[in-house]
C-alpha cells in the first residue's frame, strides 16, 4: 500500500537542518571538553552537519527524499583540478600578503613525521568528511532547487560562516572576514560542483581539507587574522568567478543550463 505523500514547504528541511546544526555544535563542543581528543587533531563539532542530515532524513523517512550530493567515487576531472588548484591560489595570496608585513609561517602546528603527519591529515579529512555531508551534500543541493549558484553559495556560506560561533567573540572585523571568506569559498564550490558532478562530495572534502591543513601553518597570523580572511575570501572570489567564465567560454553557443530539478517524492509504503 502508497500514500502520495507530499513533500514539505521547502523553508522546513532548512529550518530543521540549521536548528540541529547549532544545537548539534554546541553539545559537541562541550563534550570534546569532556572527552578530547586534542582539538588540533581533530574536533568533534565538525560532525554536527553530519548529524543534521541524519536529522532531515529521520524527520521525512519514508515520505520525502531530499536531493543530496553524496558521490566519493570517479570525481569530475575539471572539478577536481579546479579545486585543487583554488586551493593553492587561497592560501598563496594570504601568504603572499602576510609575509610582506613580516609575519612568518609557523610549521610547528603541522606534525612532522610519518605517522603524525599521515594521521593529521587522515583526521583533518574525516573532520572535512563529517562538515561537508552536511553543507555540500545536503544543504547546497537542496537549495539549489530554488535558488541560483550564486544565491545558493551565498546562502550556505552564511549559513557555514555563521555556524563558527566563536568567530562573533572576536570582534567585527574578525567575523566579517571571516564570514567574507566562507561565502566565497562556498560560492566557489557552488560553481565547482554544480550539475551534479561526478564525485562532489569528494572534491569538497579535499578541498575543506587542505584549506585546513594549510591554515595550520598561518598560526596566529602574527594578529592580522582579518587580513588572513579577507585575503582568501578575494581569493576565493576571483577562483569562483574565472570558473564561471571558463565554463560559459567552453559551452555550446545557443546552450543553455538546464534547471535543476526540484526534489522528488518518495511513496510511503
Known amino acids: 500500500m502508497t500514500t502520495d505523500a507530499a513533500p514539505p514547504r521547502w523553508w522546513a528541511p532548512t529550518t530543521i537542518y540549521v536548528l540541529v546544526v547549532f544545537l548539534a555544535g554546541g553539545v559537541l563542543v562541550a563534550l570534546q571538553t569532556v572527552t578530547g581528543p586534542d582539538a588540533d587533531l581533530l574536533e568533534l563539532v565538525q560532525f554536527a ?3 543534521a542530515v541524519a536529522a532531515v532524513l529521520a524527520v521525512w523517512r519514508g515520505r520525502w527524499r531530499p536531493p543530496l550530493a553524496l558521490g566519493m567515487w570517479r ?3 575539471a572539478a577536481l583540478v579546479a579545486a585543487l588548484g583554488s586551493v593553492l591560489v587561497i592560501l598563496a595570496l594570504p ?3 602576510l609575509v610582506s608585513l613580516g609575519a612568518d609561517p609557523d610549521f610547528s602546528a603541522v606534525r612532522a613525521g610519518g605517522a603524525q603527519l599521515g594521521l593529521l591529515v587522515l583526521a583533518q579529512c574525516v573532520g572535512a568528511c563529517g562538515e561537508e555531508l552536511g553543507w555540500r551534500g545536503f544543504l547546497q543541493p537542496y537549495l539549489r ?6 544565491v545558493t553559495g551565498v546562502l550556505v556560506g552564511t549559513v557555514w560562516g555563521a555556524w563558527h560561533v566563536q568567530v562573533f567573540t572576536a570582534g567585527a572585523a574578525y567575523a566579517t572576514a571571516f564570514l567574507s571568506a566562507t561565502i566565497a569559498m562556498s560560492v566557489l564550490l557552488a560553481v565547482l560542483l ?13 578541498f575543506h581539507a587542505a584549506v585546513n591543513l594549510g591554515l ?3 598560526g596566529d597570523a602574527g594578529g592580522r587574522e582579518p587580513l588572513l580572511w579577507s585575503s582568501m575570501a578575494v581569493a576565493a572570489a576571483g577562483c569562483a568567478a574565472a570558473t564561471a567564465v571558463f565554463r560559459s ?3 555550446p553557443a545557443g ?3 538546464p534547471a535543476r530539478p526540484a526534489a522528488p517524492r518518495v511513496d510511503a509504503a
Not at 532547487?145 to 550564486?150: A, F, G
Not at 554544480?194 to 579535499?206: E, H, P, Q, V
Open 49 to 51: 552537519p553530519a548529524i
Open 75 to 77: 570525481p569530475d576531472p
Open 95 to 97: 601568504a603572499a600578503v
Open 145 to 150: 532547487t530554488r535558488y541560483s549558484v550564486l
Open 194 to 206: 554544480d550539475n551534479g558532478r561526478k564525485g562532489s562530495l569528494l572534491i569538497a572534502t579535499g
Open 216 to 218: 595550520l601553518v598561518f
Open 249 to 251: 567560454s567552453r559551452r
Open 255 to 257: 546552450s543553455a543550463v
